[in-house]
């Protein structure tokens, strides 16, 4: 019954694609529904405040003003992600903040990535089964947690990535539409590198798969499929080299937030660890498992093993193409969560050939050790859900906690925020932008709590705050218009304090001449990312 399905949508290829995007949409659907995603509004952290910033600036200058006022001041802070910009721009005139809206979008991207991906490495040569499994170690783990962030440089960056990874095997394989489709893919490929700097040093391993695809499908050599495809190359590695040469030259390469390289980079334990967290969220075990039996067969069959060996090099030699140089890129601060994507197509490559080749040799053992892979990755949908259901109580946790601070500061009055400004760097604007934007209140003071450079002295976040020591403490305090704790002279008008992070005691004991508990009423928010207590004066 299976083998009479498959033929038949082998039949009808169109019929085939449609059911793959309805499921790919499907699914998606599902997570974002089921975890009340939709519904649940932003956490006012990550790159949600940007476009909460961007909404309030578009009101006041319009899109273009607004765009180049943002792809400037991206450019300032040692970042180049003019598309990301030009794109989240755009949408925020179309949508505002409305939550439902950009949920949605991050739902229809996430989808279009799915289905772009699991026809890409249909493409390559892997089963439907298998294609499965490459896309959803591509998509499905902790690096989920990139479609929850809707405004992030990474959801566009990654749908756009798969695209063009689309595109290299479609223009590969075509013989009638082939120069439309490469313009397609360099257009696509010069969009995604300008969302993200990760995406730009992706291009080399584009640029690979198109070669070993375009000989594969035309049977001819390497080097004569770079010859045959030597001006879409050119192009491609101009403007990774253009690029590169003005990050390089104007921009830098150690100012890029938790990414960029600097000496640290190349600390071998430093790269060990990111490595060590790529390698845990790419289902290592099926590989080594795969790639042994894959050794075993060829060898205990005595089958030629050139063919293979040669397609699995090559592969192997892809996939490095693709972590090494994100690896290099987030050493400096790990390469954990979102961060994950796109060095999970490397990863994922690599394991959905292997399975290939195993399923070639020994189909059985092949579909069996398959069809274990994809039970893997379904199970972590599950720790998807959870993860997206904490997202989505977190953000009704921190919609509270901004709506009470603004009903216990009638008047405008003075906002104190208590933080680690290592540890809550993102949060320490998001929560200004937020209350300035959304809840008019502009009387903001801070109150820094670390190691150094901070108002006070603090050392009970001094395992985490190591983690992010190449963070400036002092930065934050520029958002903040310099109104900090130790000259705000007007400290008994403060009417609400925001404490992050279990910095009560801190905060308590270093307020003794002006700060009495009893005159204020708590609540507690317990973020996950970020637990919080607010203290409204009664």
């Known amino acids: 019954m299976i083998s009479k399905v498959q033929a038949h949508l082998n039949q009808n290829p169109f019929l085939f694609y449609c059911i793959s995007l309805l499921v790919a949409f499907g699914v998606w659907i599902s997570l974002f529904w089921e975890t009340s995603l939709f519904t649940s509004g932003f956490r006012y952290f990550i790159n949600d405040h940007l476009m909460i910033a961007m909404h309030h600036e578009l009101e006041q200058t319009g899109i273009f003003a607004t765009m180049s006022s943002w792809i400037a001041r991206d450019h300032n802070i040692g970042r180049f992600q003019p598309f990301y910009y030009i794109q989240a721009i755009t949408i925020t005139k179309l949508f505002g903040i409305?939550?439902?809206?950009?949920?949605?979008?991050?739902c229809f991207l996430?989808?279009?990535?799915?289905?772009?991906?699991?026809?890409f490495a249909r493409l390559y040569g892997m089963s439907s089964l298998v294609a499965t499994i490459f896309t959803g170690i591509v998509l499905i783990g902790p690096q989920a947690a990139t479609w929850a962030?809707?405004?992030?440089p990474q959801v566009i960056?990654?749908?756009?990535?798969?695209?063009?990874?689309?595109?290299?095997a479609l223009s590969s394989k075509s013989t009638q539409h082939r120069t439309a489709l490469d313009v397609c893919f360099f257009i696509l490929t010069l969009l995604a590198s300008l969302s993200k700097e990760s995406f730009i040093i992706f291009i080399p391993a584009l640029l690979a798969i198109k070669i070993y695809l375009y000989a594969e499908y035309k049977k001819v050599s390497l080097y004569q499929s770079i010859i045959h495809n030597r001006i879409v190359i050119g192009l491609s590695l101009l403007l990774m080299g253009g690029e590169l040469t003005y990050i390089v030259s104007s921009i830098g390469t150690t100012k890029m937030g938790y990414a960029g390289l600097d000496e640290k980079s190349f600390d071998i334990s430093k790269i060990f660890t990111t490595a060590n967290t790529l390698i845990k969220a790419s289902q290592p075990e099926t590989l080594i498992i795969s790639a042994t039996f894959l050794a075993g067969i060829i060898i205990w069959k005595r089958e030629p093993a050139l063919i293979s060996l040669r397609s699995l090099c090559?592969?192997?030699?892809?996939?490095?193409?693709?972590v090494i140089p994100q690896i290099l890129?987030?050493?400096?601060?790990?390469?954990?969560?979102i961060y994950l994507i796109p060095a999970t197509v490397g990863s994922a490559l690599l394991l959905g050939w292997v399975l290939t080749l195993l399923q070639s040799h020994a189909k059985f053992l092949g579909y069996l050790l398959s069809g274990l892979a994809l039970l893997i990755v379904l199970s972590s949908l599950s720790s998807v859900l959870k993860d997206y259901r904490q997202m989505a109580t977190d953000s009704q946790y921190m919609n509270g906690l901004l709506q009470q601070?603004?009903?216990c500061t009638p008047d405008d009055k003075p906002i104190l925020v208590v933080v680690n400004p290592r540890l809550r760097y993102e949060a320490i604007l998001a929560v200004k932008v937020a209350l300035n934007y959304i809840y008019d209140r502009n009387r903001l003071i801070l109150a820094t709590y670390g190691l150094e450079k901070t108002d006070f002295f603090s050392d009970r976040h001094r395992k985490d705050e190591a983690r992010w020591a190449f963070l400036d403490p002092q930065a934050p305090l520029a958002w903040y218009d310099n109104v900090?704790?130790?000259?705000?002279?007007?400290?008994?008008?403060?009417?609400?304090?925001?404490?992050?992070?279990?910095?009560?005691?801190?905060?308590?004991?270093?307020?003794?001449d002006w700060f009495n508990p009893q005159a204020y009423r708590t609540a507690n928010f317990p973020v996950s990312f970020a637990p919080a207590r607010l203290y409204c004066k009664q």
């Open 149 to 152: 962030q809707p405004s992030h």
């Open 314 to 322: 090559l592969t192997a030699l892809i996939s490095l193409l693709i």
């Open 110 to 119: 996430a989808a279009l990535s799915s289905f772009f991906l699991f026809l």
């Open 484 to 512: 900090k704790i130790t000259s705000f002279k007007e400290k008994d008008k403060i009417a609400a304090v925001i404490v992050f992070d279990r910095l009560d005691k801190d905060f308590l004991k270093t307020s003794t």
């Open 329 to 337: 890129l987030y050493t400096k601060s790990g390469i954990g969560n």
């Open 405 to 407: 601070t603004q009903v």
């Open 157 to 168: 960056g990654m749908t756009l990535l798969s695209a063009s990874l689309l595109l290299a």
């Open 98 to 106: 409305n939550p439902i809206f950009w949920f949605s979008y991050a």
